[in-house]
Structures are given as structure tokens and as C-alpha cells.
């Protein structure tokens, strides 16, 4: 195990450690949704700070443009009680994880920002406000078969711009919502036809502004995940008589084609 951790030095054994590994793995990847669609480039190592990213541009430019992006670190404290480690070694009550996974949900759900919206304060741009992404006015999707018909619509505009799919879309949770609802008539869920029209998944995610749907094609030489650290937990130390965790990651969104994305946002 790496020494920054300090894992040596908390007063937890390897199969103490083990549980808690497997709550942070396990709520993480319950909460995470950008993840289920972006490959990801790393781990590239903890004490990496910076990533380059290439940057295409549209068909009709020529030539590429390199940065470097800096790894966010997204983290998230949590204590152990002295009580309970004191009940769980003397005893060998079990040692809940509780605290553990919420923290890793919470980092999670951070991820998910810092894809979707990126970081304004670092300068960072997401998926619905980077430079070049292609915007779609939304209709009103209540009408059965307007989502069909936009969503095929922003298909056709990622195909124009070489990107030929499948494709993902992420939704809003009331436009999931809205679309997963029976279509009077034909005992079916619009969702369905739009799945079969994106030809990959149909995704709901808590961080998209309500009534905002975005279609990618997630292709690694569009746009990946870049991990310097991916999530862990590392012993802080004591905070009084109680034990001090850290759960963290560094991460960065290399978007390298913009136009591989199209955000749908208006309508009602």
C-alpha cells in the first residue's frame, strides 16, 4: 500500500481495511454516472498535479491545440468513533462502513459536477458549458414523440460533425421521468424507441439542470476521464480520542472534441 496513505499507521486491520475499500468501491459506483460512460486515462499516479489534453477542432480548421488541465482533487473527511474501534477490537462487534460510504457517494456526486459543470472558480469547463458543444433548443417533450424526434435530431448533428455514435444521453431526472411514463395507446414507454435511437444507454443524472438532456458520442478520442489518484482512503490521524479518514481521487474532464457533444436545454 503507498506510504501518503499512512493505512500503516490507523488502528485498522487488513481485513478492516478490506471492508472499508469495498463500501467506498460499492457506493461510489452506485452514485457515479459519468463513469458509466467515459473510458478513463490513468491512474496516472498521486503526486501528478497537470494532464495534457488535445483539443481537435471543427472540420473546417486545421491543427490541434495541446494544454495542460490540472487534476481536482475531490475528497471527502469522515470520522471512526473511538467507541466503536474500542467495541469492534475488544468484543469484535463489526465495524460499520456507514460513514465511509457516504463519504465516497459525496465524492462521487462531486466527479459528476465537475463533469457535467466543470469548475468555474478553477476555470474548468463541463460537458454543458464548454466552448464548441453543440446547443439544441429543447421543445416541449410532454408531447409524445417530440423526444424521439429531437433526440434523433441531435443524433444527426453529432453524425454531421464525425461522430457517428452510439451514443449516450444523460437526462435530467423529470426528463427521465417524463419520457419513462406509457405513451397512451401504445402500451409502451417513449424511453424505449429513444434508447433505440441513441443506440447505447439512456442515463438519469441528479447534477443536470432540470429539463436538460445531453447527447455525446463517448468514444475515448472524443473525450475520456483523466485519474491521477483514482478513490481511496487514507488515514489523517486522530482528532481526539476518534480517528480522522479522508476518502479522495484527482481527476480532470479531457474534452478533446466538442462538437462530440450536444446539450438539448429550454422547452418546459
Given at each position: 500500500m503507498s506510504g501518503h496513505l499512512l493505512r500503516e499507521t490507523a488502528p485498522l486491520g487488513p481485513?478492516?481495511?478490506?471492508?472499508?475499500?469495498?463500501?467506498?468501491?460499492?457506493?461510489?459506483?452506485?452514485?457515479?454516472?459519468?463513469?458509466?460512460?467515459?473510458?478513463?486515462?490513468?491512474?496516472?499516479?498521486?503526486?501528478e498535479r497537470t494532464v495534457a489534453v488535445d483539443r481537435f477542432p471543427p472540420q473546417e480548421e486545421e491543427g490541434t491545440r495541446r494544454s495542460f488541465l490540472p487534476l481536482t482533487v475531490v475528497h471527502r473527511d469522515f470520522l471512526l468513533p473511538w467507541q466503536d474501534l474500542e467495541a469492534h477490537r475488544s468484543r469484535g462487534e463489526p465495524l460499520d462502513a456507514s460513514r465511509a460510504a457516504q463519504a465516497a457517494a459525496y465524492c462521487a456526486?462531486?466527479?459528476?459536477?465537475?463533469?457535467?459543470?466543470?469548475?468555474?472558480?478553477?476555470?474548468?469547463?463541463?460537458?454543458?458549458?464548454?466552448?464548441?458543444?453543440?446547443?439544441?433548443?429543447?421543445?416541449?417533450?410532454?408531447?409524445?414523440?417530440?423526444?424521439?424526434?429531437?433526440?434523433?435530431?441531435?443524433?444527426?448533428a453529432l453524425g454531421q460533425a464525425d461522430c457517428p455514435g452510439p451514443y449516450t444521453l444523460v437526462l435530467s431526472p423529470g426528463l427521465f421521468a417524463l419520457l419513462?411514463?406509457?405513451?397512451?395507446?401504445?402500451?409502451?414507454?417513449?424511453?424505449?424507441l429513444v434508447e433505440k435511437a441513441v443506440g447505447g444507454e439512456v442515463l438519469r443524472s441528479q447534477v443536470l439542470p432540470g429539463g436538460t438532456a445531453v447527447l455525446l458520442d463517448p468514444a475515448p478520442y472524443h473525450l475520456d476521464l483523466a485519474v491521477g489518484e483514482d478513490l481511496t482512503t487514507a488515514y489523517l490521524g486522530n482528532d481526539g480520542l476518534d480517528h480522522a479518514f479522508r476518502v479522495f481521487e484527482s481527476v480532470a474532464l479531457r474534452l478533446?472534441?466538442?462538437?462530440?457533444?450536444?446539450?438539448?436545454?429550454?422547452?418546459?
Open positions: 481485513g478492516d481495511w478490506s471492508l472499508l475499500d469495498e463500501a467506498v468501491v460499492a457506493a461510489a459506483r452506485a452514485a457515479l454516472i459519468g463513469r458509466r460512460f467515459l473510458s478513463l486515462y490513468g491512474p496516472l499516479g498521486a503526486g456526486c462531486w466527479e459528476d459536477e465537475l463533469i457535467f459543470q466543470g469548475d468555474e472558480e478553477a476555470g474548468l469547463e463541463g460537458l454543458l458549458n464548454a466552448g464548441g458543444v453543440q446547443r439544441l433548443e429543447r421543445g416541449d417533450w410532454k408531447q409524445p414523440g417530440s423526444a424521439l424526434a429531437e433526440v434523433a435530431k441531435a443524433a444527426a419513462d411514463r406509457v405513451v397512451p395507446s401504445t402500451g409502451y414507454a417513449e424511453l424505449r478533446k472534441q466538442p462538437a462530440a457533444v450536444a446539450v438539448l436545454e429550454g422547452g418546459e
